[in-house]
């Protein structure tokens, strides 16, 4: 009775992590030909327990050497997961803009902004080609888990180009579970070039 039970369990398991992985490899393929934006009902499941340990916003803000006072860009923020730790890192002297595609996501976003008093982030509807902002005026642009959703990529990497400072940071992270991480490198030098980029680019 007990082995039953146990062996009912493994199978069951089984089935579940073959399912997972069977749906990884259809949604790759998919991802493969078409880049679209996550559905928005997909959004929130990306602020797991499991996820934020792994990829947590205090690595992510480690990464981008956050200082008071900055201005800073986040690309596709989605639920808001790192978006919220780098507001507090900029503290009120310094700004946080967060632009999506997916006006469903900005609105749970600004949602969560009032919610938790955040005084110093923007959320705001908008294409990661076509920022609202002059050029050259902020110190950072970040995105996680974005830049393989988007089909023109060196029209994007431009367009973060023309908004960076001289001297500021871009940080592009992905995260290895996503059926969207990329197996070959998606910054690699062809692409930088053809954003008109100058300067070499390394995987981290
Ligand atoms: C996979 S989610 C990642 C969300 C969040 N960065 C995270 O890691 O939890 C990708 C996000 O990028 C947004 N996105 C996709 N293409 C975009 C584009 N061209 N311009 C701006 N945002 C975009 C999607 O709407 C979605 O919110």
Redesign the pocket.
């Known amino acids: 009775m007990g082995i039953g039970v146990i062996e009912a369990l493994y199978y069951s398991l089984l089935t579940f992590l073959a399912l997972i992985l069977f749906l990884g490899v259809v949604v790759r393929l998919v991802r493969r030909f078409y ?4 559905p ?1 009902f ?2 929130g499941f ?2 797991n327990p499991v ?1 934020l340990r792994i ?1 947590s916003p205090k690595k992510i803000a480690d990464r981008l050497d956050v200082q008071p006072g900055m201005n800073i860009v ?9 978006t919220m730790e780098v507001g507090r890192r900029v503290t009120s002297s310094g700004a946080v803009y967060a ?4 006006l469903k ?1 900005i609105e749970k976003l600004r949602a969560r902004i009032v919610k938790e008093g955040a005084t110093n982030v923007a959320a705001v509807a ?4 076509d920022l609202p902002l002059v050029s050259h005026s902020v110190d950072r642009v970040f ?4 830049l393989a ?3 023109d990529r060196q029209r ?1 990497l431009r367009e973060f180009t023309r908004v960076l400072k001289p001297n500021g940071l871009l940080s592009i ?1 992905e ?1 290895l579970s ?1 059926p ?1 991480y990329p197996l070959k490198k998606l910054c690699d030098d062809g692409a930088a070039r053809q954003a008109s980029w100058r300067f070499p680019v390394t995987a981290v």
């Open positions: 880049h679209f934006p996550i928005f997909l959004v990306l602020e996820r990829q986040e690309v596709g923020p989605g639920a808001g997961t790192f632009f999506d595609i997916s996501t908008a294409s990661a080609y995105l996680v888990a974005v959703e988007i089909t994007a992270s995260f996503d969207d």
